[in-house]
């Protein structure tokens, strides 16, 4: 089980922990939510939980609970900027499928 991280996504993340002046890593997890069902859910990792699986990946320690994972197992996190929109985008090989919006999926 593994979830990666791209080039662009680890420069975001790393600049944004330098900013923050603390953390871990990055959290990524799931939430039922959304026309799909599923979403993702991220936030900074101050400390690991029981049962938290880390994984690391050009150079951040991208941390996910177990009940998240099977659902984003083999996933890679990009960062993306299109125009003036910018945001984190997520290829899931477990997602069947996501909303029109692409803010939720379904597996």
Do not use: W
Not at 14 to 32: A, P, W, Y
Not at 67 to 94: A, C, R
Request: charge should be negative; include cysteine.
């Amino acid at each position: 089980m593994a979830i990666s991280i791209t080039e662009n996504a680890a420069k975001h993340v790393t600049e944004q922990l330098e900013s923050r002046g603390h953390g871990l890593g990055i959290r990524v997890g799931v939430t039922t939510t959304g026309c799909s069902g599923m979403a993702y859910v991220l936030e900074f990792a101050d400390k690991l939980e029981v049962g938290d699986q880390v994984f690391e990946d050009q150079g951040v320690k991208i941390i996910v609970d177990p009940k998240s994972l099977v659902y984003i197992d083999g996933t890679e996190m990009d960062f993306v900027k299109q125009g003036v929109n910018e945001g984190f985008e997520f290829k899931n090989p477990n997602a069947k499928g996501e909303c029109g919006c692409g803010e939720s999926f379904s597996v």
